[in-house]
């Protein structure tokens, strides 16, 4: 992977874009998990952001080793690529407790439809003037499938949970590498120019 474009460094351009779609990510899998509105009309979309975010951790970590040979150690910039190396197990979950979410979660709206009661078509005769109805029973729904809609709610119930919590640290810990960052930029920055 190349260093700059155009003479510019690679690391803050990925960055902006790790800095605004993984605190997205954490939002839109808040919401999913807390809004069931929201969860119906975004779908998969939680966790393809939370795809993106995944790919884009290890893209921000390498460039920003890469800058880093170039601007030369300090303690601000050492600060800032240990809270940024901290950052993929954060988005790891992310990624696999949305994506556990959502999957759970349509299980759990397919189950509640196989358990609905199926009422077996009607059919008349007519015999001697007079009309019979002949109706057959509805099939008793299966032991199983009864017992699904319960273990996938509590289930998608415990997945939703820990996605609430793993996008909730992965915000912070955006919010921590993104302060750290500036920091020694601006740092770095202010003491060229008092020089």
């Known amino acids: 992977m190349p260093d700059s474009i155009g003479g510019l460094p690679l690391h803050p351009l990925i960055v902006h874009a790790t800095s605004v779609l993984v605190p997205l990510a954490a939002l839109l899998v808040i919401l999913a998990v807390c809004w069931p509105r929201f969860r119906a009309w975004a779908g998969p979309l939680p966790m393809c952001l939370s795809a993106v975010a995944l790919i884009l951790t290890p893209l921000s970590t390498s460039t920003g080793e890469s800058l880093e040979e170039k601007v030369g150690e300090s303690s ?20 696999v407790f949305s994506a556990g979410f959502w999957w759970l979660d349509r299980q759990r709206q397919r189950s509640l439809l196989e358990v609905e009661p199926v009422t077996a078509p009607s059919a008349e005769t007519t015999s001697g003037g007079g009309t019979a109805t002949l109706t057959a029973p509805a099939p008793a729904p299966h032991a199983t499938s009864s017992q699904a809609p319960g273990k996938f709610r509590t289930a998608t119930a415990v997945v939703g949970v820990l996605a609430v919590l793993a996008a909730v640290g992965t915000g912070i810990q955006v919010a921590r590498i993104g302060h750290s960052g500036a920091k020694a930029a601006w740092s770095d920055a202010s003491s060229a120019i008092v020089r």
């Open 76 to 95: 601000l910039v050492e600060k800032h690529a240990e809270l940024g190396d901290q950052l993929l197990p954060f988005t790891i979950a992310l990624f």
